[in-house]
């Protein structure tokens, strides 16, 4: 159905939570990307979805942020190319006082 990518050099993003919401906000369907940063989701009715793409729980990419896609299907035509980049998230250096 698409790939993950980080957004700073295209490199696939592995372990990355893909949910699929409709349009109240339901979660029907859970799916994780493999080592090449590719997800596939179950056959969709027609209708409005929304995909959330976040780390997965314990994942070594975590410092990566989520993202979310609005897509539309026509069944029984499948969503292919629904592709993401996630950007790293921008870690403020602690202010905790090491002396």
Same mark, same amino acid.
């Given at each position: 159905?698409?790939?993950?990518?980080? @957004?700073?050099? $295209?490199? #696939?993003l +592995?372990n990355?939570?893909?949910?699929?919401l409709? @349009?109240?906000?339901?979660?029907l @369907?859970?799916?994780?990307?493999?080592?090449? $940063?590719?997800?596939?989701?179950? $056959? %969709?009715? *027609?209708g *409005?979805?929304?995909?959330?793409?976040? #780390?997965?729980?314990g994942a @070594?990419? %975590?410092?990566? !942020?989520?993202? +979310?896609?609005?897509v539309a299907?026509?069944? #029984?035509?499948?969503?292919?190319g629904?592709?993401? !980049? %996630? !950007?790293? %998230?921008?870690?403020? #250096? *602690? *202010?905790k006082?090491h002396?």
């Amino acid at each position: 159905m698409g790939r993950v990518r980080t @957004a700073e050099n $295209g490199a #696939p993003l +592995k372990n990355i939570t893909v949910e699929v919401l409709n @349009a109240s906000g339901t979660l029907l @369907a859970t799916t994780t990307t493999a080592a090449d $940063g590719r997800y596939t989701t179950p $056959g %969709l009715a *027609s209708g *409005s979805y929304r995909l959330v793409f976040r #780390p997965a729980d314990g994942a @070594a990419n %975590l410092p990566y !942020a989520q993202a +979310k896609r609005d897509v539309a299907v026509t069944a #029984p035509v499948a969503l292919n190319g629904i592709d993401v !980049a %996630l !950007a790293r %998230l921008q870690i403020a #250096p *602690s *202010s905790k006082n090491h002396a």
